[in-house]
């Protein structure tokens, strides 16, 4: 199968690229390293292109031939979408479509969005269906939403199938993004380099964090067996205090950390946790690593990253 993966130098991306390399398949990286360099994917036989989604001309090219595309690239820290909501929107949204109607005109049928759990905002409910209400807190999760939207449209207009899986707190190794703002890879690099560990909240929020290897396997299978115009959350199906993720952080360092609590981030929601039966019935995915067994894997990662 040839595949084109937008966003395939970053970390989800670069994770699922080795994947489609290991399996025999093609694969070609379109990504800007905005968030990421080039040393983020080290895979043999990959073809490597630099440039935006938003280049019409250069996504004719790249998708002659293309199988399946798996569209990862995106905006993605929610305060600078806070600080600069049209940057979101036109790369998010009318990049996204840029890269459906170079599929429609490239006669590519098939597309998995790596889409996220930001689309429902502040919940009514735990765990979260798909079919729940979604009112986005941010300007990220709005264009995620929206972009959404844009796929259904093309379903029922050109055909042009699509799954939409909806990431809760994806953790792991290779997660290179550079300033660093998720707080899995925050603690466990600063807490490597001995310093103090700042936290939000109070360690308070309650979210769902699903490892990496799970978050590949249902992109693996979503390209398989999704069909139509799919939505599928994808999470652990559990919730974990923060406080509960630090101290299995501490318990797998083997030392209690210093932290410093820097209150409450702006446009994160205070629990998100996801019903999983939907993916379950349909995939037959369902995640298989425990956080502590998670974290391990993470910070061996970044020691040898680190050089520690």
């Known amino acids: 199968m040839k595949v084109l993966v937008t966003g395939g130098a970053g970390f989800i991306g670069s994770n699922l690229v080795s994947r489609l390399c290991r399996e025999g398949h093609e694969a070609i990286v379109l990504d800007d390293f905005s968030s990421s360099g080039r040393g983020t994917l080290n895979v043999r036989g990959v073809r490597l ?36 909501p049209p940057l979101f929107f036109k790369r998010n949204l009318m990049g996204g479509i840029a890269l459906l109607d170079a599929m429609r005109k490239k006669g590519v049928r098939k597309i998995v969005y790596s889409s996220s759990s930001g689309v429902y905002g502040e919940p009514e409910r735990v765990p979260i269906r798909e079919d729940d209400r979604k009112e986005p807190v941010n300007p990220y999760g709005a264009s995620k939403f929206a972009f959404e939207h844009a796929l259904s449209s093309y379903y029922h207009a050109f055909g042009i199938e699509s799954v939409s899986l909806r990431y809760f707190n994806v953790y792991g190794p290779g997660d290179r993004q ?80 210093p932290k410093k609590d820097m209150g409450a981030r702006a446009g994160d929601p205070s629990v998100l946790i996801a019903d999983i039966g939907h993916i379950k019935k349909e995939l037959g995915w369902a995640p298989t690593v425990d956080i502590v067994t998670g974290l391990r894997k993470t910070v061996a990662y970044y020691r040898k990253e680190m050089d520690l």
Request: hydrophobic share 45%; aromatic share 8%; no cysteine.
């Open 178 to 257: 550079q300033p660093v703002t998720r707080a899995v890879p925050q603690w466990i690099q600063t807490a490597l380099k001995g310093e103090v560990v700042p936290v939000y909240w109070g360690l308070k929020q309650k979210k769902d964090y699903i490892f990496i290897d799970d978050v590949v396997r249902a992109n693996m299978l979503a390209a398989e067996k999704g069909r139509g115009a799919a939505v599928y959350n994808v999470g652990s199906g559990k919730g974990l205090y923060m406080y509960e993720v630090f101290a299995a952080l501490e318990k797998v360092l083997g030392r209690k950390l």
């Open 49 to 84: 292109m630099r440039g935006e989604v938003s280049d019409e001309k250069l996504l004719r090219r790249l998708l002659t031939g293309v199988d399946i595309v798996f569209h990862l690239a995106a905006e993605g820290v929610i305060s600078r979408s806070l600080a600069n």
